[in-house]
């Protein structure tokens, strides 16, 4: 059996696995690269397998982040006809997020085509987008769906099951059996892995058994995050202050995950008369099919969220939602002067409906902007975290005057102690364990800290284009 690290070795995006034996070819993720400026020649150059991408059987697909999902559809376009397993909410979320992701690369490749037209330089070796919108759509019939714990036959040799990681809604890590001429192999795949006892989720599922070999994320393998109480107290006095001057809070997020949980904070704020009852807009067309696709799969929410929903079902007036749909209601909420909270994508501020927002709100001193997320370096998020004076939004110069406030307590990642208490799982330490999804550093010190803490042995980190062989 090979193993090839096609992505996310040695960087956190590009999730790609491959598995092969004499019996079964499939893959583990097909993410698309993201940030950096090499992402897009990575993209065009990710799926150069040494075989016909017609031979691979199947893909299993961890959750519907496009880091993990977002070349799937290239896959398709190259050939690939074979089932893609995702648990339901993975596919229903991708049913959003491919067509979205395809729209932007058109987008890109139109603006590519314009700029080449206008320098004078031709259109000869531009690329094409990576996929259109109805490549994407058509890519999305390859998918089925599989249920957290059943066992999936996937092929002759190979079983597997999917096991809820509690990274985002339909998130799974992979229990793996490939059986070969005397002998099976148990492969386990961690996915992105979530945080214990946050808002929304269920705890990731942490019964593992043994493994011969281990891919484990380590996205935030060298630090801790901030208690979730901090960030509480937090966003509380952010509200206040927000509140007693009159003006709104601006809160960008991305509408898958993220959003869903400030709603849940708000809500739990305003339910323990933390905080003043609130009026709440959620300006993003794709937050608002999330939050709807969400709602749709109950049983993925932790209890403590079907007691918040319960509690804010009787009190409506308390915490009220409105979800805005047309362009034009939203530049409605541009006449709006203090006391809203206006949650809108895209999390970096770099494209959506939330530069409208801030075009309207930065100016003002009484109004606060509310960071939440990570802000990649050259995003206009970046730059507002930075304490820029002065930012450009559609070419125009806009002065910042309003406070930014930026809390590090939500991530949909497990930090380090998260990370060692799930592979404490393991009833015995793995044969190997690879360590994937994390920037150089973060892996080098994660793999210190399992060598340390758990006393395991045989931890590689891999490179991209790598293959092992056991
Ligand atoms: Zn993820």
Request: include cysteine; aromatic fraction near 8%; hydrophobic fraction near 40%.
């Amino acid at each position: 059996m090979r193993i090839g690290f096609f992505g996310a070795a040695g960087e956190v995006t590009g999730s790609c696995t491959l598995v092969e034996t004499e019996t079964a070819r499939f893959l583990v993720d097909c993410g698309m690269f993201q940030g950096g400026p090499e992402a897009r020649s990575k993209n065009l150059h990710a799926l150069k397998f040494d075989f016909d991408v017609r031979a691979i059987d199947f893909v299993l697909l961890t959750h519907a982040h496009i880091d993990h999902s977002g070349l799937l559809p290239r896959l398709a376009v190259m050939g690939f006809r074979g089932p893609i397993y995702a648990t339901p909410a993975t596919i229903d979320l991708l049913h959003v997020l491919l067509p979205d992701s395809a729209f932007i690369q058109e987008k890109e490749s139109e603006w590519q085509l314009r700029h080449r037209r206008r320098s004078g330089k031709g259109e000869r070796g531009l690329p094409a987008p990576l996929y259109t919108v109805e490549q994407a759509k058509s890519s999305l019939k390859l998918l089925r769906p599989i249920g957290y714990r059943e066992t999936l036959h996937a092929a002759e040799t190979v079983s597997v099951k999917f096991h809820d990681a509690g990274h985002i809604l339909g998130s799974a890590w992979l229990e793996v059996a490939v059986s070969e001429p005397g002998k099976t192999h148990a492969l386990v795949f961690s996915g992105d892995l979530g945080m214990y006892d946050r808002p929304l989720l269920h705890n990731p599922e942490k019964v593992i058994p043994e493994a011969d070999l281990l891919l484990v994320e380590s996205t935030y393998g060298n630090r801790l995050h901030r208690p979730l109480a901090e960030t509480e107290d937090e966003i509380v006095a952010t509200f206040k202050r927000t509140r007693g001057e009159r003006g709104n809070l601006i809160i960008p997020s991305f509408a898958v995950g993220r959003t869903q949980e400030i709603i849940y904070v708000l809500c739990d704020l305003v339910r323990r008369q933390r905080i003043e009852p609130i009026k709440i807009y959620v300006d993003s067309p794709m937050a608002r099919a999330a939050t709807q696709i969400t709602f749709e799969h109950p049983q993925l929410l932790d209890a403590e969220t079907h007691e918040l929903i319960d509690w804010w079902r009787a009190n409506q007036e308390k915490v009220n939602i409105e979800f805005v749909a047309d362009v034009e209601h939203s530049k409605a909420l541009n006449e709006i002067r203090s006391d809203a909270v206006i949650i809108s994508a895209s999390g970096m501020c770099e494209a959506g409906r939330i530069k409208y927002h801030l075009r309207q709100n930065l100016p003002r001193r009484e109004c606060s902007i509310l960071i939440t997320g990570f802000q990649a370096a050259g995003t206009l998020g970046r730059r507002l975290v930075d304490g820029a004076h002065l930012v450009h939004i559609f070419g125009q110069p806009v002065p910042v005057r309003a406070h930014i406030h930026t809390v590090g307590g939500l991530s949909a990642h497990a930090d380090q102690a998260a990370l060692l208490d799930w592979l404490r799982g393991f009833h015995r330490a793995p044969g190997r364990t690879f360590l994937i999804h994390g920037e150089i550093e973060a892996s080098t010190v994660f793999a210190k800290a399992i060598e340390d803490d758990l006393g395991w042995k045989n931890i590689t980190l891999p490179h991209r284009g790598e293959f092992i062989t056991l």
